[in-house]
């Protein structure tokens, strides 16, 4: 069916993302050299999961199984068809 979201991938990068977000948090609140270049590197990460869960909603199991360089660099990108108003 066109359209239908692939729930097991988009839940996967979910619960990437969330786990990214509390060790970027834990990270923060006990390494005292935590700085800039580990900042830009958690969030990177955070995003890349966060990105692919909206940008890949739509890939079926195959396509996520057969998943390129092309569709994973694609997929990782800050979505561009997500309103933020």
């Known amino acids: 069916m066109k359209n ?11 619960q990437e993302t969330v786990e990214a977000v509390q060790d970027t948090i834990d990270d923060i609140e006990n390494r005292e050299d935590y ?3 580990s900042y ?11 990105n692919s869960a909206w940008n890949a909603r739509f890939a079926t199991v195959g396509q996520v ?9 694609r997929w990782r990108q800050y979505p561009s068809d997500l309103p933020m108003t």
Do not use: P
């Open 4 to 14: 239908e979201i692939n729930k097991d991938y988009v839940k996967f990068h979910l």
């Open 35 to 37: 700085e800039i270049g």
């Open 40 to 50: 830009i590197v958690d969030m990177m990460h955070i995003f890349h999961h966060i």
């Open 65 to 73: 199984e057969a998943c390129t360089e092309e569709d994973f660099e």
